[in-house]
C-alpha cells in the first residue's frame, strides 16, 4: 500500500513523494481503472495523474530532497556517536546546498537550515567536540568543559526527539482518567 503522511511529520509526505516517484505507472493504471462517473474523487485522481508536469515534479523532489527521511530516521536512532550525526548534519546542509531550481529556492530549506544553525550556538559547541571525538583535533577552546565531561558527549543526540517522545509518553501517563486507577 502507499505510504499514509502523517500531516505534522513532514519526512513521511517525502516518503510518500518517493513512492509515487517509483510507482507513479502502477497507481496510475489503478486508478485509470475505475470508473471516473461512480466518485468525484476518481474523476479528479485521474485528472491529476494525467497532468505532463506530475511526473517531472515528483522526479525533482525525489531527486533533491528524497533523502531526508533516511536522513531524519538516522538522526532518531539511540546509541549512534555524537559525530556521526554532525556529519549526517552537515551532508544534509551541503546537499540542500546545491539543490537548482525555482522551487528549490521557494522551499527555502538551505535557508532556514543555515540560519537556524548559526542561531544556535550550542551546535558549534558540539561541532568542536565531534571533532575532539573523532580525533580530527585536540584543542577545545571551551573553558567549562573538562576532558572527562568531554567524552560524556560521544553519543549525545543531536536532535531533541528523545526528549519528545518522552513527553509525549508522560502526557499520556498523567492523564486523569488513568491516575484513578
Known amino acids: 500500500l502507499p505510504p499514509a503522511p502523517i500531516l505534522t511529520r513532514w519526512g513521511t509526505w ?6 509515487y516517484c517509483e510507482h507513479f505507472e502502477t ?20 485528472d491529476l495523474l494525467s497532468h505532463s508536469e506530475i511526473q517531472g ?3 525533482y523532489i525525489k ?6 527521511p533516511r536522513i531524519i530516521t538516522s538522526l532518531e536512532q539511540h546509541g549512534c556517536p555524537m559525530s556521526t550525526q554532525i556529519e549526517l548534519v552537515k551532508s ?12 528549490g529556492k521557494l522551499v527555502g530549506l538551505y535557508d532556514k537550515m543555515e540560519n537556524v544553525l548559526k542561531k544556535n550556538s550550542g551546535f558549534d559547541t558540539m561541532c568542536k567536540i565531534a571533532d575532539v571525538l573523532s580525533g580530527q583535533k585536540y584543542s577545545f577552546d571551551e573553558e567549562e568543559l573538562e576532558a572527562d ?5 560521544k553519543y549525545a ?25
Open 157 to 181: 543526540p543531536v536532535s531533541s526527539i528523545d526528549v519528545e517522545r518522552a513527553f509525549s509518553m508522560y502526557k499520556s501517563l498523567l492523564v486523569d482518567s488513568r491516575q484513578s486507577f
Open 63 to 68: 531527486c533533491n530532497f528524497g533523502f531526508l
Open 149 to 153: 565531561d568531554i567524552c560524556c558527549f
Open 14 to 19: 517525502l516518503e510518500a513523494c518517493n513512492y
Open 57 to 59: 515534479k515528483l522526479a
Open 27 to 46: 497507481v496510475k493504471k489503478v486508478i485509470d481503472s475505475f470508473d471516473s462517473d461512480s466518485a468525484a474523487s476518481i474523476k479528479i485522481s485521474q
Open 92 to 103: 544534509v546542509v551541503s546537499d540542500l546546498s546545491r539543490v537548482k531550481g525555482e522551487v
